[in-house]
């Protein structure tokens, strides 16, 4: 069974740009999540879709951000206009129903110069 | 104050040494979670807990309920157990609380 993976591992931009991350969950999770540590501090949960649905987006920053699910399967997480606090790595992690494991990805790591 | 505090933040130890890591929180949880994360690699689940003791090789995690308290030991450290061990908390919707996490160095 595939893991959690996200894409790309590494990226590069420049304030005012635009950056999509990308997760695909392993097969048959339907809980995902988005989480993120910035520089010196803990990692901190973003959002949560059940499928396609965003059931908690409390961590969100700001309307900069913007997560997708189309089709419940994988998820992309977009930066409008990138800022340089954005600067850090963000993590995805998957769950399946009601169990309590989460399974990360080994997450992208965002530069906003 | 951080609903799940560490402690300590950094540790050095020799090689061959027993090391506890201590995690508390605040909060009310489904389950509590450490998970490894080495330089420039990605996060890795070594246990999931909600009661009791478990135990894999060399690593045993333990929580007490009551006291809201979670230790982690590694015995008979190697240098390969180098890396930031960071305890996290399920809250509602099982979204992570995480610590700040421990930068282990275990030196030879």
């Known amino acids: 069974e595939a893991g959690v993976t996200q894409f790309p591992s590494h990226s590069v931009i420049e304030k005012g740009q635009t950056v999509t991350l990308r997760c695909d969950p392993i097969?048959?999770?339907?809980?995902l999540y988005w989480y993120r540590r910035v520089m010196g501090k803990e990692i901190k949960f973003l959002l949560h879709?059940?499928?396609?649905?965003?059931?908690?987006e409390s961590g969100m920053p700001n309307n900069r951000f913007l997560a997708e699910r189309t089709g419940g399967t994988y998820s992309t997480l977009k930066v409008q206009p990138a800022e340089l606090e954005d600067s850090g790595v963000y993590f995805c992690?998957?769950?399946?129903?009601?169990?309590?494991?989460?399974?990360f990805g080994p997450g992208t790591r965002l530069t906003v110069t | 104050k951080n609903e799940v505090e560490q402690s300590p933040q950094n540790l050095t130890a020799q090689e061959g040494e027993f090391i506890t890591i201590n995690c508390s929180y605040s909060?009310?949880?489904?389950?509590l979670h450490w998970l490894q994360q080495h330089p420039g690699g990605g996060i890795v689940s070594l246990f999931m807990?909600?009661?009791g003791k478990k135990k894999h090789g060399r690593l045993i995690a333990t929580i007490n309920i009551q006291e809201k308290h979670s230790s982690l030991h590694i015995t008979a450290s190697h240098p390969r157990d180098s890396a930031v061990y960071i305890c996290?908390?399920?809250?509602?919707?099982?979204?992570?609380?995480f610590g700040a996490g421990t930068i282990l160095r275990v030196k030879s």
């Open positions: 992690a998957s769950r399946r129903g009601l169990a309590y494991e989460q399974y």
């Open positions: 097969s048959g999770h339907d809980n």
């Open positions: 879709f059940v499928k396609e649905s965003k059931q908690d």
């Open positions: 909060v009310g949880i489904s389950a």
């Open positions: 807990l909600s009661s």
């Open positions: 996290a908390v399920g809250r509602y919707g099982n979204k992570l609380v």
